[in-house]
């Protein structure tokens, strides 16, 4: 029997998966709290092997309360059932530890699929909030491989002849320009494209369309 509490700020809902569960023959509903310290004070006191957690309640809202149970009660199981689909929210959740993400317009079928789920160690996240998830990679990833910084037209010269392999004394003479200059300049390219070497620099540049 998988021992389930449910925490949400909303009695009504509360009330709807309690009824809704109860009718499952292998889930058991043993409480029910409106806000994280209620859901801490709960499992405090007693088993529970899977908490349905909202995110927006009171006093201590989800990401926090999940933070606290995963610290704390590593064995209990977090499934987050939410209003939110921002993938900053569920990234949230995740990183706090809960195993799974589920939306409130989810079905019974859903729902328990997922209880069971995370109850077994596995991580279960909704089609919708596992979409969001991708097109949130997939913005940030296209946005980095994108992104160019603002140069100086002797940052572009330095990053030119950084790419011909040139040494720093040559890039020197080059553009008849101090050795300390050279390497400001070299510093300055790293910070710019968030790199450590060279090598990152022109792998960078060159993924970007910046040298030929």
Known sequence: MIRVL???D???LLDGLNTLLDSVQDLAVVGTAQNGQEVIDFVKENEVDVILLDINMPVLNGIETCKILTKEYPAVKVLALSMYEKA???QQMLKKGALGYILKNTGQDELVEAIRSVYNDKQYLSKVVSDTLMQSLMGKSAASRQYIPEMTRREKEVLTL?????TTQEISDELHISLNTVETHRKNLLSKFGVRNSVGLIKLALQRGLLE
């Open 6 to 8: 449910i925490a949400d």
């Open 88 to 90: 900053s929210f569920i």
């Open 162 to 166: 950084i790419a011909k392999e040139l």
């Open 10 to 12: 909303h009695q009504v």
